[in-house]
């Protein structure tokens, strides 16, 4: 058997939801399961203006493309889909979108979890803020939480 | 040897250059020994590796640990903790 292919796309411009649910089932009868996850750029309680998102183009969709392999293989998933957001971007826009197909649910809620949760963690991509005032804020610090929920994927 | 560094979020800003060509010594070994290197190189590079311990590299755009050997590198990038998704 061949190996499932994701799709794995790094753009400017926004995405569609549904056309991208249809790129991994249209014509398919063997999924049972289809979970997506969007991230949007927060207002921060009306003190961001917007997120500008910088990444390392190439190494930034071959890391992507290793997380998504690897969610393939671990859950075997039918179908993966993952989109990240470059440029600036408002309140209220996608940043990232992770769509996982499956037989059954449960295999497509976690192989989307585990994508984000690596993603988060080792795609090379990076969130400055602008603030509402005009100014230009500070680069957005990591946080631990993230690699805490990547670290309970690791446990035996 | 020479290589490229690519510098990336608030690395590239106080380096102030997204990458440049650099001859490395030959008692640069590992990715550890180039950061403290590139500390000595001027007042830029001082403020953007002052804690090089959560500092991230890559090698040929894979993710490396700060004991790998560079020796043979094209590219290596050089940024901070990433904070995609």
């Given at each position: 058997?061949?190996?499932?292919?994701?799709f794995?796309r790094v753009q400017r411009e926004d995405f569609d939801l549904q056309t991208e649910i249809?790129m991994?089932?249209?014509?398919?009868?063997?999924?049972?399961?289809?979970?997506t996850?969007t991230g949007l750029?927060?207002?921060?309680?009306?003190?961001?203006?917007?997120?500008?998102?910088?990444?390392?183009?190439?190494?930034?969709?071959?890391?992507?493309?290793?997380?998504?392999?690897?969610?393939?293989?671990?859950?075997?998933?039918?179908?993966?889909s993952a989109v990240h957001r470059?440029?600036?971007?408002?309140?209220?826009e996608n940043i990232v979108l992770v769509i996982?197909?499956?037989?059954?649910?449960?295999?497509?809620?976690?192989?989307?979890?585990?994508?984000?949760?690596?993603?988060?963690?080792?795609?090379?991509?990076?969130?400055?803020?602008?603030?509402?005032?005009?100014?230009?804020?500070?680069?957005?610090?990591?946080?631990?939480?993230?690699?805490?929920?990547?670290?309970?994927?690791?446990?035996? | 040897?020479?290589?490229?560094?690519?510098?990336?979020?608030?690395?590239?800003?106080?380096?102030?250059?997204?990458?440049?060509?650099?001859?490395?010594?030959?008692?640069?070994?590992?990715?550890?020994?180039?950061?403290?290197?590139?500390?000595?190189?001027?007042?830029?590079?001082?403020?953007?590796?002052?804690?090089?311990?959560?500092?991230?590299?890559?090698?040929?755009?894979?993710?490396?640990?700060?004991?790998?050997?560079?020796?043979?590198?094209?590219?290596?990038?050089?940024?901070?903790?990433?904070?995609?998704?």
């Open positions: 058997m061949v190996a499932l292919k994701p794995i249809a991994l089932t249209e014509g398919r009868q063997d999924i049972g399961a289809v979970v996850f750029c927060r207002d921060e309680g009306g003190s961001l203006n917007a997120l500008e998102l910088e990444h390392y183009p190439g190494m930034a969709e071959a890391e992507m493309a290793r997380i998504a392999e690897l969610a393939i293989a671990r859950f075997s998933l039918l179908g993966l470059y440029g600036k971007i408002a309140p209220g996982a197909a499956a037989s059954h649910r449960q295999a497509a809620f976690d192989g989307a979890n585990f994508v984000m949760d690596f993603l988060k963690t080792a795609a090379p991509f990076w969130k400055k803020e602008h603030l509402a005032n005009g100014s230009t804020g500070s680069w957005v610090a990591a946080k631990d939480a993230d690699d805490a929920a990547r670290d309970k994927w690791l446990k035996p | 040897m020479k290589v490229k560094l690519v510098y990336f979020a608030w690395v590239r800003e106080r380096i102030d250059k997204p990458e440049e060509e650099i001859d490395i010594p030959e008692t640069v070994v590992t990715g550890r020994d180039l950061l403290n290197h590139l500390k000595t190189l001027g007042e830029e590079y001082e403020a953007a590796l002052q804690y090089p311990e959560v500092i991230r590299l890559a090698i040929n755009q894979e993710h490396v640990d700060h004991d790998e050997p560079i020796a043979g590198a094209r590219e290596i990038g050089i940024f901070p903790p990433m904070t995609g998704g």
